[in-house]
């Protein structure tokens, strides 16, 4: 519930402290006096947006502070989700700045304006005087049915099912708009990659096959060079191998009396043996190299396939092209994988759709079994309300699209005097539509907790026996539910558990606006000027007496 509401430096308010009863506050004043300067204040708080035009003076800041008690759960986690103080009480704050910029602050926390109109949802139902354009959106009017219903549980749930379901799609298009773009390429990945398991290269093929290339082509040059090693050391009239050998044995008959040169025969036995490797080793070589014509042009087919592929994909060696190669089995893959996974997530699209349809269908249920109840409500308060002649009914289709709202589309349906039924939005007045939506509210608030009600004039175009209605319907609303009330009906006003007077004044030789809460005898006197005017009659003051009661 709203408890205080301090307002500095705002319009024609210079500062103002108002504390407001838990049941039923009306603020009446002369037209012009700022009543609805209060409801702007508000507004402000409530995360509406600022404007410096509307500062009293323009070389200070405008405070605006409104402090709300409320230990509702919704409100405690919105304060924990927003990590915000949590209490029992509420203080919103917001301070419009000279230079035109402002500062929100929920319980001394800076807060941003969609902050505060989150906050404000659980906290405040503000209707203003043109808010029954509210009646004529469906949205509103579903919401009206669901509050009825006691929807809420079943459609959080079911809207975030819808989220997820929304996504599911998204990313389902996504798959298959990627699904198509991929076909397009696969026909020629396809084609590049068959061309390369044709050639069905080894690793590092290309490369050995150029060293063999270079080889064979220089086969004669290098036999020449190995068989001049060769003659020279096994052939020729006096072969390095024989001389070694020969020297190492006339060596050895003189070991025996130089012990030093022991070590020094054992070295060129050893540089023997490996010489005599080297050898044939040599031989094996010599052997092994020959020109062959026909293996010389199988190796430079083989070098022109792979150089011609590897110009063709811009690479320079063989573990590249065979990456190529691998990465476009993975693309002609990717397809087939994407295709599995389109058809699986298809499937798990249909079973949250079918899913959906099922919790819609429960929420469509619900919304219908209270259109009688309803509806009977409404006509009965009707002709309570000085519309006797009116008749009122809730026409509800379903579609077959889903919406976050479900499958139902709902039609608020008017007829004023037992003519056609027709759209509210279309034949209603606006007088009508405000008991009409008088009453609405005062339906829902005994079937969901709404948070404080705040109406500005919303008994505009109603007066006589119809305002002591729409007053004792508040007056009954009020028993449960915090009420600020701005009117211009003595009847309504009458009802008054506190009432507030507004008024001018004159400060300084400039009007501001003061606002008063009047005792008993000033309450009567209230009511009896707005009856009779200015100097009120004792008549007037025994019609005031009688409405009070």
């Given at each position: 519930?709203?408890?205080?509401?301090?307002?500095?430096?705002?319009?024609?308010?210079?500062?103002?402290?108002?504390?407001?009863?838990?049941?039923?506050?009306?603020?009446?004043?002369?037209?012009?006096?700022?009543?609805?300067?209060?409801?702007?204040?508000?507004?402000?708080?409530?995360?509406?947006?600022?404007?410096?035009?509307?500062?009293?003076?323009?070389?200070?800041?405008?405070?605006?502070?409104?402090?709300?008690?409320?230990?509702?759960?919704?409100?405690?986690?919105?304060?924990?989700?927003?990590?915000?103080?949590?209490?029992?009480?509420?203080?919103?704050?917001?301070?419009?700045?000279?230079?035109?910029?402002?500062?929100?602050?929920?319980n001394d926390t800076p807060a941003s304006l969609t902050q505060l109109k989150e906050l404000s949802s659980f906290l405040v139902d503000l209707h203003r005087q043109f808010d029954t354009l509210e009646l004529n959106k469906k949205d509103f009017q579903l919401e009206v049915l669901d509050a009825l219903a006691g929807n809420e549980p079943g459609l959080h749930?079911?809207?975030?099912?819808?989220?997820?379901?929304?996504?599911?799609?998204?990313?389902?298009?996504?798959?298959?708009?990627?699904?198509?773009?991929?076909?397009?390429?696969?026909?020629?990945?396809?084609?590049?990659?068959?061309?390369?398991?044709?050639?069905?290269?080894?690793?590092?093929?290309?490369?050995?096959?150029?060293?063999?290339?270079?080889?064979?082509?220089?086969?004669?040059?290098?036999?020449?060079?190995?068989?001049?090693?060769?003659?020279?050391?096994?052939?020729?009239?006096?072969?390095?191998?024989?001389?070694?050998?020969?020297?190492?044995?006339?060596?050895?008959?003189?070991?025996?009396?130089?012990?030093?040169?022991?070590?020094?025969?054992?070295?060129?036995?050893?540089?023997?043996?490996?010489?005599?490797?080297?050898?044939?080793?040599?031989?094996?070589?010599?052997?092994?190299?020959?020109?062959?014509?026909?293996?010389?042009?199988?190796?430079?087919?083989?070098?022109?396939?792979?150089?011609?592929?590897?110009?063709?994909?811009?690479?320079?060696?063989?573990?590249?092209?065979?990456?190529?190669?691998?990465?476009?089995?993975?693309?002609?893959?990717?397809?087939?994988?994407?295709?599995?996974?389109?058809?699986?997530?298809?499937?798990?699209?249909?079973?949250?759709?079918?899913?959906?349809?099922?919790?819609?269908?429960?929420?469509?249920?619900?919304?219908?079994?209270?259109?009688?109840?309803?509806?009977?409500?409404?006509?009965?308060?009707?002709?309570?309300?000085?519309?006797?002649?009116?008749?009122?009914?809730?026409?509800?289709?379903?579609?077959?699209?889903?919406?976050?709202?479900?499958?139902?589309?709902?039609?608020?349906?008017?007829?004023?005097?037992?003519?056609?039924?027709?759209?509210?939005?279309?034949?209603?007045?606006?007088?009508?539509?405000?008991?009409?939506?008088?009453?609405?509210?005062?339906?829902?608030?005994?079937?969901?907790?709404?948070?404080?009600?705040?109406?500005?004039?919303?008994?505009?175009?109603?007066?006589?026996?119809?305002?002591?209605?729409?007053?004792?319907?508040?007056?009954?609303?009020?028993?449960?539910?915090?009420?600020?009330?701005?009117?211009?009906?003595?009847?309504?006003?009458?009802?008054?558990?506190?009432?507030?007077?507004?008024?001018?004044?004159?400060?300084?030789?400039?009007?501001?606006?003061?606002?008063?809460?009047?005792?008993?005898?000033?309450?009567?006197?209230?009511?009896?000027?707005?009856?009779?005017?200015?100097?009120?009659?004792?008549?007037?003051?025994?019609?005031?007496?009688?409405?009070?009661?």
């Open positions: 519930m709203l408890q205080q509401l301090d307002i500095k430096n705002y319009a024609i308010i210079d500062s103002l402290t108002i504390q407001f009863a838990d049941n039923l506050n009306i603020i009446t004043g002369e037209t012009g006096a700022g009543k609805s300067i209060l409801m702007g204040a508000l507004s402000l708080v409530l995360g509406d947006r600022a404007e410096t035009s509307m500062l009293l003076d323009k070389e200070k800041k405008c405070i605006i502070e409104a402090l709300f008690n409320d230990r509702g759960k919704a409100l405690k986690s919105f304060l924990q989700d927003n990590e915000l103080d949590t209490g029992d009480e509420v203080i919103v704050r917001r301070e419009i700045m000279p230079n035109g910029k402002s500062r929100a602050f929920i749930k079911y809207q975030q099912l819808f989220n997820d379901y929304k996504l599911l799609r998204q990313r389902l298009e996504t798959l298959r708009d990627e699904q198509e773009r991929m076909s397009q390429e696969a026909d020629y990945n396809r084609f590049l990659f068959e061309e390369l398991e044709k050639a069905n290269f080894g690793p590092n093929e290309i490369e050995d096959l150029e060293t063999e290339s270079r080889l064979i082509s220089n086969a004669e040059n290098i036999k020449n060079t190995l068989s001049e090693v060769l003659f020279f050391l096994n052939e020729g009239e006096d072969p390095m191998l024989n001389q070694l050998k020969s020297r190492i044995s006339r060596m050895a008959s003189v070991v025996s009396l130089v012990p030093a040169l022991q070590q020094i025969e054992e070295r060129l036995q050893s540089s023997l043996i490996e010489l005599k490797d080297i050898s044939y080793e040599l031989e094996k070589v010599n052997d092994e190299i020959s020109f062959n014509e026909s293996h010389m042009a199988t190796i430079n087919a083989r070098l022109d396939l792979g150089n011609m592929l590897m110009k063709k994909h811009k690479v320079q060696t063989t573990a590249e092209l065979l990456a190529i190669k691998e990465e476009l089995n993975g693309k002609i893959n990717a397809v087939a994988d994407l295709t599995g996974a389109i058809e699986r997530m298809d499937k798990e699209a249909q079973v949250l759709l079918s899913t959906l349809r099922q919790a819609a269908g429960k929420i469509s249920e619900a919304r219908s079994k209270q259109i009688p109840a309803f509806s009977k409500k409404v006509n009965n308060l009707l002709g309570i309300v000085g519309m006797p002649n009116a008749s009122f009914k809730v026409e509800l289709t379903k579609r077959e699209q889903l919406t976050e709202s479900g499958t139902d589309e709902v039609e608020f349906l008017f007829n004023a005097n037992k003519t056609t039924f027709q759209p509210v939005r279309k034949v209603a007045s606006g007088g009508e539509l405000s008991r009409l939506m008088l009453i609405i509210k005062s339906l829902i608030a005994r079937s969901v907790s709404l948070p404080t009600l705040i109406f500005d004039e919303i008994d505009s175009g109603i007066s006589g026996e119809a305002s002591k209605q729409v007053a004792n319907i508040i007056k009954e609303l009020s028993n449960e539910h915090q009420i600020i009330l701005i009117t211009h009906q003595p009847q309504i006003a009458a009802k008054a558990s506190i009432h507030f007077y507004v008024y001018k004044e004159m400060k300084g030789g400039k009007v501001r606006t003061g606002i008063k809460k009047l005792n008993h005898e000033e309450h009567l006197h209230a009511i009896a000027t707005m009856l009779s005017g200015e100097n009120p009659t004792a008549a007037a003051f025994e019609n005031a007496r009688e409405l009070m009661n």
